[in-house]
C-alpha cells in the first residue's frame, strides 16, 4: 500500500474520497441572534448535532460547550468528528460552540476574580449566560446530557481558563473540562520578579477550595506555546502553569490520568492547528464509546 501511495498519490486520494468518505454528517443549527439578558447582548452559536439527532429515540446525547466556537472551522472539528464516528471512537455527541466577540477579554476570565488590569470582569456575567439562559433554552430544542457526568466544557488560550473557572464554580453543569493552552497566567497582581509565579488567579482559587467530587480534568500545553520563562527554571512559563496547576489539584485528592489527563505537545504551538491536532485526544477522553 505504501509502494502504491508512492507511486500514485493522486489515484489514491481520488479512490479514497470515492470509497471510504465518512459515513456520518453532521447537521449545524445557528442560532445567531440568542439575547442574553445577562450579557446584554446577542450571542452567536452553533450547534453540532449528531445524525439522527431528531428521529433516534435516546433521550440525550454527551454534550460539549465550546468557548471561542468562532474557532471550529480552524481547528477542522466537524471533520475530527465525523472521522471518530466513522472509526467508532467516540459516543456520537452534541456540540455547543459559543463565538466570542469584541468583549471577549471581559467575558472569559475567572467568575468573580478579574485580573490585576480588571480584565475578565464579566466573567460572571458570562456564566450565568451559560448556566442560568443558555443551557435552558437548549434543552427545549435539543437532546442535550441531562447529568454532569456526559457534559464537558473546553476552551482554547483564555477561553480554556474561563472553561476550568465554569467547571470549577459549576461542577453541577460540567464533569469534565478541556483546557487547550489555557491562559494559566491570569494573576490579580502585576508581574514581580521577586515573586515569579505568585498571585495566580486559577492556581490560588484551586488551593483555597474544596474538592470537587466527579469533576476531570485535560491539560494541554505545547512547548513552543510561548519563549517566556519568568522564573528561569529552563521551562516555558505555559508549561510551568499548566503542571503548577496539576500540582495545586492533586493536593486535593484529584489523581494523575484518572482524573487529570495532561497532554504536552512537542513543538506544539498557541494556535489552532495545533489544538486541532490535539482535539481527537481530548474528545476520546471526554466521551468515550458508550452503550445506546
Do not use: C
Given at each position: 500500500?505504501?509502494?502504491?501511495?508512492?507511486?500514485?498519490?493522486?489515484?489514491?486520494?481520488?479512490?479514497?474520497?470515492?470509497?471510504?468518505?465518512?459515513e456520518y454528517s453532521l447537521e449545524t443549527h445557528s442560532?445567531?441572534?440568542?439575547?442574553?439578558?445577562?450579557?446584554?447582548?446577542?450571542?452567536?452559536?452553533?450547534?453540532?448535532?449528531?445524525?439522527?439527532?431528531?428521529?433516534?429515540?435516546?433521550?440525550?446525547?454527551?454534550?460539549?460547550?465550546?468557548?471561542?466556537?468562532?474557532d471550529i472551522p480552524s481547528i477542522g472539528l466537524a471533520?475530527?468528528?465525523?472521522?471518530?464516528?466513522?472509526?467508532?471512537?467516540?459516543?456520537?455527541?452534541?456540540?455547543?460552540?459559543?463565538?466570542?466577540?469584541?468583549?471577549?477579554?471581559?467575558?472569559?476570565?475567572?467568575?468573580?476574580?478579574?485580573?490585576?488590569k480588571k480584565r475578565g470582569a464579566r466573567a460572571k456575567?458570562?456564566?450565568?449566560?451559560?448556566?442560568?439562559?443558555?443551557?435552558?433554552?437548549?434543552?427545549?430544542?435539543?437532546?442535550?446530557?441531562?447529568?454532569?457526568?456526559?457534559?464537558?466544557?473546553?476552551?482554547?488560550?483564555?477561553?480554556?481558563?474561563?472553561?476550568?473557572?465554569?467547571?470549577?464554580?459549576?461542577?453541577?453543569?460540567?464533569?469534565?473540562?478541556?483546557?487547550?493552552?489555557?491562559?494559566?497566567?491570569?494573576?490579580?497582581?502585576?508581574?514581580?520578579?521577586?515573586?515569579?509565579?505568585?498571585?495566580?488567579?486559577?492556581?490560588?482559587?484551586?488551593?483555597?477550595?474544596?474538592?470537587?467530587?466527579?469533576?476531570?480534568?485535560?491539560?494541554?500545553?505545547?512547548?513552543?506555546?510561548?519563549?517566556?520563562?519568568?522564573?528561569?527554571?529552563?521551562?516555558?512559563?505555559?508549561?510551568?502553569?499548566?503542571?503548577?496547576?496539576?500540582?495545586?489539584?492533586?493536593?486535593?485528592?484529584?489523581?494523575?490520568?484518572?482524573?487529570?489527563?495532561?497532554?504536552?505537545?512537542?513543538?506544539?504551538?498557541?494556535?489552532?492547528?495545533?489544538?486541532?491536532?490535539?482535539?481527537?485526544?481530548?474528545?476520546?477522553?471526554?466521551?468515550?464509546?458508550?452503550?445506546?
Open positions: 500500500m505504501q509502494f502504491l501511495k508512492k507511486q500514485f498519490p493522486k489515484k489514491i486520494r481520488f479512490l479514497n474520497k470515492i470509497f471510504f468518505q465518512p442560532l445567531q441572534n440568542f439575547f442574553s439578558e445577562a450579557l446584554q447582548r446577542t450571542v452567536h452559536i452553533d450547534v453540532l448535532l449528531p445524525p439522527g439527532h431528531f428521529s433516534e429515540a435516546r433521550e440525550s446525547y454527551p454534550t460539549l460547550f465550546l468557548n471561542d466556537g468562532q471533520d475530527t468528528l465525523e472521522r471518530l464516528y466513522t472509526r467508532k471512537k467516540i459516543s456520537e455527541i452534541i456540540v455547543v460552540a459559543i463565538h466570542a466577540n469584541q468583549n471577549r477579554m471581559q467575558e472569559y476570565g475567572i467568575p468573580g476574580r478579574p485580573d490585576y456575567e458570562y456564566a450565568d449566560f451559560l448556566v442560568q439562559e443558555l443551557i435552558p433554552e437548549l434543552r427545549k430544542r435539543y437532546k442535550i446530557a441531562d447529568t454532569s457526568a456526559r457534559t464537558a466544557i473546553a476552551g482554547f488560550s483564555l477561553g480554556g481558563l474561563s472553561a476550568f473557572g465554569l467547571a470549577w464554580f459549576y461542577p453541577g453543569a460540567f464533569g469534565k473540562v478541556g483546557v487547550f493552552s489555557g491562559s494559566l497566567w491570569w494573576r490579580s497582581k502585576a508581574f514581580s520578579a521577586k515573586a515569579p509565579d505568585a498571585h495566580r488567579i486559577v492556581h490560588e482559587m484551586v488551593a483555597g477550595s474544596t474538592r470537587r467530587e466527579g469533576l476531570r480534568f485535560w491539560l494541554q500545553a505545547g512547548t513552543e506555546d510561548e519563549q517566556e520563562d519568568r522564573n528561569n527554571n529552563g521551562i516555558i512559563d505555559a508549561i510551568d502553569d499548566t503542571l503548577d496547576l496539576i500540582k495545586e489539584l492533586k493536593k486535593l485528592g484529584y489523581r494523575q490520568e484518572e482524573d487529570v489527563r495532561y497532554v504536552e505537545v512537542k513543538g506544539g504551538r498557541h494556535d489552532p492547528k495545533t489544538w486541532g491536532k490535539v482535539m481527537p485526544d481530548f474528545l476520546q477522553w471526554a466521551f468515550p464509546k458508550e452503550p445506546h
